[in-house]
């Protein structure tokens, strides 16, 4: 494709993005809340693909294949077996950041492993992100070890943070625990304030998953949202129903608007307390391997678009009808 023929297209890309957004929140109806101000030009929901599931595609691709949807950015994968291996950072962070640029994606959201301030590759990953542009991370997840106590855990895990966030402070980035369920810290989400009250609550929070949340609280989930929204960063957008599998019942991952989590009063909520933060999507459903971040598909990739459109208009007409 010419150079001349890939600027017009970038360019209409844009373009009908943010005319799709308008279209959606018009510039004088749109909240001040959670995705932004009246003021600013490009106002609206602004939704984040999280890059595991575009893993079968090269940056490039990827970042054409997102813009194209009508996502505002991508959560890119900088992990092992990600879409950037944190010992190949310095050299392939700069060239997907550069493939996001040409089709309008800021750099704003990446998922990592970090967890150690004086990890020297946590550090570089860390460091590399801050000078391309991105200012949000979620951290790897922690446990509670069978041989000491969860109070010991707790203690440790208090100063793990107060350093890592240090490092936050001086790179200009705000570090996500994602709340995840099962035996990790966080998962019955009331025990992660009092780990995360010793920091500053500045440059390292939560990265709040309703998913995960309904799941451990079942219909208690507002009372865990009402501990934690002090600390929340950002936020993941997923859904799930309980099912048998094997015999056994087990969370069972849906398209959006199919499983149990009430998506318009959760987004109430987040409406009436005003929280600001990115949004990352996730589709954990079956996606012929795209769901588990496979580099090769079982189905057409057309299909796999179709349904990421699909949740991409779910999650802002709910928005929009949510009050």
Not at 271 to 296: R, W
Request: overall charge positive; proline content about 4%.
């Amino acid at each position: 494709m010419k150079k001349s023929t890939l600027r017009t297209r970038r360019n209409f890309i844009k373009q009908s993005t943010i005319a799709g957004s308008a279209l959606i929140f018009p510039i004088n109806s749109m909240p001040n809340g959670l995705f932004g101000s009246k003021n600013s030009v490009d106002n609206g929901l602004k939704v984040h693909l999280f890059s595991k599931h575009l893993q079968f595609l090269n940056y490039t691709d990827m970042s054409e294949a997102a813009a194209e949807m009508g996502f505002d950015g991508l959560d890119l994968t900088v992990r092992p077996k990600g879409h950037v291996l944190p010992e190949r950072v310095t050299v392939d962070l700069p060239k997907a950041v550069a493939a996001m640029k040409s089709y309008g994606l800021n750099p704003k959201m990446i998922t990592t492993n970090v967890l150690d301030s004086e990890n020297q590759e946590d550090k570089i990953v860390l460091e590399t992100a801050s000078k391309l542009g991105f200012t949000h991370y979620r951290t790897g997840w922690l446990t509670y070890p069978e041989d000491r106590t969860i109070s010991e855990s707790q203690a440790i895990y208090k100063e793990k943070f107060k350093n890592l966030e240090v490092l936050n402070k001086k790179l200009g980035l705000i570090g996500c625990y994602q709340n995840h369920a099962g035996n990790h810290v966080g998962a019955p989400i009331w025990d992660l304030p009092p780990i995360l009250s010793t920091t500053d609550n500045e440059n390292l929070g939560c990265q709040y998953d309703i998913r995960h949340a309904v799941v451990e609280g079942g219909s208690s989930w507002e009372l865990g949202l009402r501990i934690i929204k002090p600390f929340i960063k950002t936020i993941v957008i997923k859904d799930f129903k309980w099912g048998k599998v094997d015999g056994k019942w087990k969370p069972v991952n849906t398209p959006l608007g199919e499983g149990m989590v009430d998506f318009e009063r959760y987004f109430s909520l987040l409406k009436k307390n005003q929280i600001n933060v990115p949004v990352s999507l996730h589709l954990e459903y079956d996606l012929g391997g795209a769901e588990h971040g496979s580099t090769k598909l079982s189905m057409d990739k057309k299909e796999v678009f179709k349904q990421m459109k699909k949740d991409l208009h779910y999650l802002r007409e709910v928005w929009k009808r949510a009050s």
